[in-house]
């Protein structure tokens, strides 16, 4: 009888460590929101916990991870980003969700209560925490007395110790206020004032309450950043650019410029300007931060060029003028965090590492460069404590986490809290490089199914990212959408899934050629291409069952996806778009207020052709349309109308729809449920015969 208990015991077990479901691969806590003290004695960031988001701390010198919140369950509403008072006594956050449209914060749960946006203070020392002001970005004068924020395009001032619940705006101003910066002596708060198709660098003087725009332009003037002494005031001068179609390739504009302010004449000059060409284009999204400018004791300028193809880092004497390239190499400078020592950027970066991140130290003193991370590991969000260095890192089988290191020594943080149930044994990536039929080379990782047999013929899945200005990498995303998705794809290998990982044209982290090819997305959308390559890919592997090759994606991945069995049903078995775009004359708009299709015709022409409505007649294959109908990139009505389309067609469709939901679903159970759903609906197919 013990023998035969015994046996079913052991049976068990395998069943379960066989049997781990989709939810299991997502059950990790995701952090972010990596921040540390002025003096470096401590840090905090955000657990995701299946929804349920938290504040934590730690400090030297144990580092032991203690929670400070105590929010309870997956109900949707966002928190962060942490920001640390000057004595280090304070921690402010913000909690809440973005307003659509209407003017409706986000509000997946169906709470009911207000889940708009609000500034809450943490007194780190009795770990309590009160509500401060409704608002975001706050940021706390140098003395640590006052409490700067923006609440609907205005900016607001509050004591720091204020326990009431008065609010007073600090000036009236026309333009929506953002980036703000207290001058190092406390008496400037320095801001940009967003005016449609320009904006100004404005001061504010707490002291006579005055208001100025010291050199008004007709261009966007931003990322104002103050020098150490307080006597000058840097910012960027980028020309407009009329009617540049979101979504289409652009690689030179009238080049952009660094301007110095001299505070006590409120005289200014242009102290570099960017080449014709490759670099003339200010980018956005690279680096992915609020700040573009970083001054040296020395008084030197550090700023991103795309000079050379790729995103990276270059000084300027703003005396001499004298210019120097400070992080050469092939790959592009993601992330720039300063320091508490005040003589050094950490940088964030995937030079000569193409397929992950690695984290390094810019000396600002000499410029050298030195690696701080294991390149072999993926690493972001670094910041910079006493004796050592915080981050987060993951790897292909192992999810974002907080680390730490002091003296040398490398510590995991909050390790009691990673699940037990996470998988243990995960397919391990390897690089593939693909080839289109128009010669573009596009990259991506390839996942084998476990107890993979050479011999056998597998179904095959292939993922498209978002964005489309993303990168997936040899493992764990940075970003939770993309950690998650990364997942599911490893999930589908556990299941006997050859599942290919994307990483076209458009994207980022292969330079500006890659990023702004000709033709991509409303412009031609010659992606496609490399989804299409992929398929040929795949098809022409003996291991693959070239019948059973199925792409799936949410909102550029939705896209292409949408295009892939629109214009080639003949190489899909079938497909899942979640939140894609169809027809670029809908959606455009959203990014850009100013376009009307019927004013433009010949770009609204060309969008439609880049789109997957113009070629919707051929589709045949099923398709599973997820969407949340709150969602603020992607409208609703783009899924509402392809399935009014599919459906007359005779094309099989299902759906999975989430009430109030946003582009990046707030709730983790409907993360959970769309990549269950889309697991289920490919396998329905591919195990039919």
Do not use: C
């Not at 004068?141 to 609010?167: C, E, H, M, R």
């Not at 198709?197 to 008004?216: I, Q």
């Not at 332009?217 to 650019?241: C, E, M, V």
Request: hydrophobic fraction near 40%; charged fraction near 20%.
């Amino acid at each position: 009888m013990k023998k035969a208990l015994f046996t079913t015991y052991l049976i068990l077990l395998t069943f379960f460590a066989y049997s781990q479901s989709i939810a299991d691969y997502l059950s990790t806590p995701f952090p972010t929101s990596m921040t540390a003290s002025p003096d470096g004695t401590a840090i905090a960031w955000v657990f995701n916990d299946q929804g349920e988001r938290n504040v934590f701390y730690a400090k030297a010198p144990d580092y032991a991870a203690k929670k400070l919140t105590d929010y309870k369950g997956d109900i949707g509403v966002d928190l962060g980003p942490l920001v640390f008072s000057p004595d280090g006594k304070t921690l402010l956050f913000v909690r809440g969700n973005g307003r659509n449209s209407n003017g409706q914060p986000a509000n997946p749960a169906q709470l009911q209560e207000n889940t708009d946006k609000k500034i809450y203070s943490l007194d780190l020392e009795s770990e309590k925490s009160r509500w401060f002001s409704p608002g975001t970005s706050p940021i706390f004068s140098p003395d640590g007395q006052n409490v700067a924020y923006q609440t609907g395009g205005a900016v607001y001032l509050k004591a720091a110790s204020d326990t009431t619940d008065s609010v007073k705006q600090l000036f009236t101003a026309r333009g929506n206020a953002a980036m703000l910066s207290f001058s190092p002596d406390g008496k400037y708060l320095a801001f940009m004032s967003s005016r449609s198709d320009h904006s100004f660098v404005g001061l504010w003087d707490l002291e006579k309450k005055e208001l100025k725009y010291p050199e008004a332009s007709l261009d966007f003037d931003a990322y104002p950043a103050w020098s150490p002494d307080g006597k000058k005031l840097a910012y960027l001068r980028i020309p407009n650019i009329l009617n540049l179609l979101p979504f289409t390739s652009i690689k030179s504009a009238n080049p952009w410029s660094i301007r110095v302010l001299d505070i006590e004449t409120m005289k200014a000059e242009e102290v570099w300007k960017a080449d014709q060409g490759n670099g003339s284009v200010m980018v956005d999204d690279l680096p992915a931060v609020s700040e573009r400018l970083w001054w040296t004791p020395s008084g030197s300028l550090v700023f991103p060029w795309e000079k050379n193809n790729w995103m990276q880092l270059y000084s300027v004497n703003p005396k001499t003028k004298e210019v120097k390239h400070l992080t050469p190499g092939e790959g592009q400078v993601e992330w720039v965090q300063t320091s508490f020592t005040k003589n050094e950027l950490l940088v964030t970066h995937n030079i000569g590492n193409i397929d992950r991140r690695q984290v390094s130290r810019l000396d600002l003193s000499t410029f050298e460069l030195e690696l701080l991370s294991d390149p072999q590991t993926i690493n972001w969000a670094p910041v910079r404590i006493e004796n050592g260095l915080a981050w987060l890192s993951s790897n292909w089988d192992r999810p974002g986490w907080p680390m730490v290191q002091t003296y040398g020594q490398t510590k995991i943080l909050a390790a009691e809290l990673f699940p037990r149930n996470f998988p243990k044994k995960l397919s391990k990536p390897e690089s593939i490089t693909l080839k289109a039929k128009d010669g573009f080379e596009s990259y991506g990782q390839l996942l084998l199914p476990a107890n993979y047999d050479p011999k056998k013929k597998y179904p095959a899945v292939i993922f498209l990212h978002g964005g489309s200005r993303r990168q997936m990498l040899l493992g764990f995303n940075y970003g939770m959408y993309y950690s998650h998705t990364y997942a599911a794809q490893q999930y589908f290998a556990s299941q006997g899934y050859i599942a290919l990982i994307l990483n076209y044209r458009s994207g980022i982290g292969y330079g500006m050629d890659f990023r702004e090819e000709d033709n991509y997305g409303a412009g031609g959308a010659s992606e496609v291409q490399d989804v299409m390559a992929a398929a040929d890919y795949l098809a022409a592997r003996t291991d693959v069952d070239k019948s059973k090759i199925s792409p799936w994606g949410g909102s550029y991945g939705g896209f292409l996806t949408a295009h892939a069995l629109s214009q080639a049903p003949e190489k899909f078995n079938v497909g899942v778009d979640i939140h894609g775009v169809h027809n670029w004359n809908n959606d455009i708009p959203v990014f850009a207020s100013w376009y009307a299709p019927e004013k433009f015709p010949e770009m609204a022409e060309l969008a439609f052709k880049s789109s997957p409505m113009n070629f919707v007649k051929n589709w045949k294959d099923p398709v599973l349309l997820i969407h949340g109908d709150d969602d603020r990139n992607v409208l609703f009505s783009e899924s509402v109308e392809l399935a009014e389309v599919l459906r007359k067609q005779g094309v099989h469709v299902e759906q999975l729809v989430f009430p109030d939901e946003v582009h990046s679903f707030l709730l983790h159970q409907n993360w959970v449920n769309a990549f269950d759903a889309t697991f289920k609906f490919i396998n329905k197919y591919s195990l039919a015969k």
